[in-house]
């Protein structure tokens, strides 16, 4: 059974940083890009970051540029997040997901792309 687990969410004060990581079971994702999508109360799911299956490319959501950082062990099957300077306006369920494309030099941040889903982690900012 394939799974994408996420963790380390949770509450913080603005301004302050945390790390989410997503394990992946069943399957090796080395060769899928792997992203991070997010939904707020009452809003779409939204791109937050991407990264290539090879690991040279990474891609941003402008809110989030400079502030988070995608980053990928494909020796241990996970993926992180790391958020700096967070804002009030990031607090939503955060989810971590595997593009079903093999080795694609494309990448899209549209969530139909993406195959494989975590049951997401909730990050809540306090102002």
């Known amino acids: 059974q394939v799974q994408l687990v996420e963790s380390g969410g949770g509450l913080v004060q603005a301004g302050g940083s945390l790390r989410l990581s997503c394990a992946a079971s069943?399957?090796?994702?080395?060769?899928?890009?792997m992203g991070w999508f997010r939904q707020a109360p009452g809003k779409e799911r939204e791109f937050v970051a991407i990264?290539?299956?090879?690991?040279?490319?990474?891609y941003y959501a402008d809110s989030v540029k400079g502030r988070f950082t995608i980053s990928r062990d494909n020796s241990e099957n996970t993926v992180y997040l790391q958020m700096n300077s967070l804002k009030y306006e990031d607090t939503a369920v955060y989810y971590c997901?595997?593009?079903?494309?093999?080795?694609?030099?494309?990448?899209?941040?549209?969530?139909?792309?993406?195959?494989?889903w975590g049951q997401g982690t909730q990050v809540t900012v306090s102002s």
């Open positions: 990264m290539t299956w090879s690991g040279g490319s990474t």
């Open positions: 069943g399957r090796t994702f080395s060769n899928n890009a």
């Open positions: 997901a595997a593009d079903r494309r093999f080795r694609s030099t494309v990448v899209s941040s549209e969530p139909a792309q993406y195959a494989y």
